[in-house]
């Protein structure tokens, strides 16, 4: 076959068509688009708020965390200074 050949073949074979009907109302009866969605699904708009929520949480767990550490670590500070000072005076 020559270059010619293979061209009007593939012209002959790759035709444009319409879908059938029957095959959109079956994409529609699935719930599925055909010609894309809108951008804000009631779903993803709820995925992200919940991803919001979520992260909000996580992000003020940590913080709380922090928080408690520091105030531990001033605490074991604050201890070993104390019992350097008292075990200087018992001496």
Do not use: H
Request: aromatic share 6%.
């Amino acid at each position: 076959m020559n270059r010619k050949q293979i061209e009007s073949l593939l012209a002959e074979v790759l035709t444009p068509v319409e879908p059938n009907s029957q095959f959109v109302r079956s994409l529609r009866a699935r719930l599925v688009t055909y010609q894309g969605g809108g951008a804000l699904s009631p779903w993803m708009i709820l995925a992200v708020l919940g991803t919001a929520i979520l992260l909000a949480i996580t992000s003020f767990g940590v913080l709380l965390r922090f928080i408690i550490g520091l105030i531990s670590l001033f605490g074991l500070l604050d201890n070993r200074r104390q019992s350097k000072t008292g075990s200087r005076a018992s001496v």
